[in-house]
């Protein structure tokens, strides 16, 4: 978990100069352009994110003890977000993820800066990502 508290406090400082909600937009928006797009064969229907307003996706490998994310979106807003979530959650451990209270999401005032729809989508993403996170930890305990 230290691990997770150690990439929130980068993203804080990422946000530190966001002095409004406009400015919080804009830095979705910003981190959003330097989300990497996913490659054609992966935005099939399995990987893509109910929920959200935009076509988001999001894949999911395990490698060695950490879950790898990838994702996209083909709106800027909706990418930015996910750049958010993939900085905090991508390459932990599946109980870490599960654990991870998202209450970051609050303090840097993000949830406020969107939409009612933006957010839903963003709530959509980070479910997606600790279903995914919980399979894997089923499967290692068998259950």
Do not use: W
Request: aromatic residues 6%; glycine residues 4%.
């Amino acid at each position: 978990m230290k691990n997770i508290e150690k990439k929130i406090r980068l993203l804080k400082d990422l946000f530190a100069n966001c002095s409004n909600q406009e400015d919080v937009y804009h830095k979705i928006i910003e981190l959003g352009k330097s989300l990497k797009d996913m490659s054609p064969e992966n935005k099939i229907a399995v990987n893509k994110i109910q929920g959200c307003q935009s076509s988001a996706f999001i894949t999911t490998t395990y490698q060695g003890d950490h879950i790898h994310f990838e994702g996209c979106s083909d709106a800027l807003i909706s990418a930015g977000l996910m750049f958010i979530l993939l900085s905090v959650y991508n390459d932990e451990e599946a109980e870490a993820i599960i654990k991870a209270d998202p209450t970051f999401l609050k303090e840097l005032n993000i949830q406020n800066s969107l939409t009612p729809g933006r957010a839903n989508g963003m709530a959509s993403m980070l479910l997606r990502m600790k279903q995914e996170a919980l399979k894997i930890l089923m499967t290692q305990q068998n259950i």
